[in-house]
């Protein structure tokens, strides 16, 4: 049986978004929106790095894309990159459901 490079590209999404911190990750942006890092590994009870690390990997494969903001409004102000997902999740995920059946 002969891959097709589109199937394998489908593939390589799956297992990017299939990783355990990542899933989580993606799952907590779903629900919750633009989060900043130290936000997301206090969320998840990761540290700071390995959250970084796997947001990265997701922003290297498209499906995370970030800007800075000011976080809380307050004294002092402080500007954080914040991570949202891309509509590449969705469209990767059923992607490759489909290419299950």
């Known amino acids: 049986m002969k891959v097709e490079r589109k199937e ?3 593939f390589e999404g799956a297992y990017v978004l299939s990783h355990p911190v990542r899933a989580a990750i ?3 942006l779903k629900k919750e929106g633009a989060m900043y890092t130290s936000k997301i590994a206090k969320t998840l009870d990761f540290s700071d790095r390995l959250i970084a690390f796997h947001l990265s990997m997701l922003a290297s494969a498209g499906f995370v894309e970030s800007n800075y903001q000011l976080t809380n409004p307050g004294t002092p102000p402080r500007i954080a990159r914040y991570y949202s997902l891309t509509d590449k999740v969705d469209k990767t995920l059923a992607e490759f459901m ?3 059946k």
């Open 98 to 100: 489909a290419s299950m």
């Open 8 to 10: 394998m590209e489908e």
């Open 26 to 28: 993606t799952k907590l």
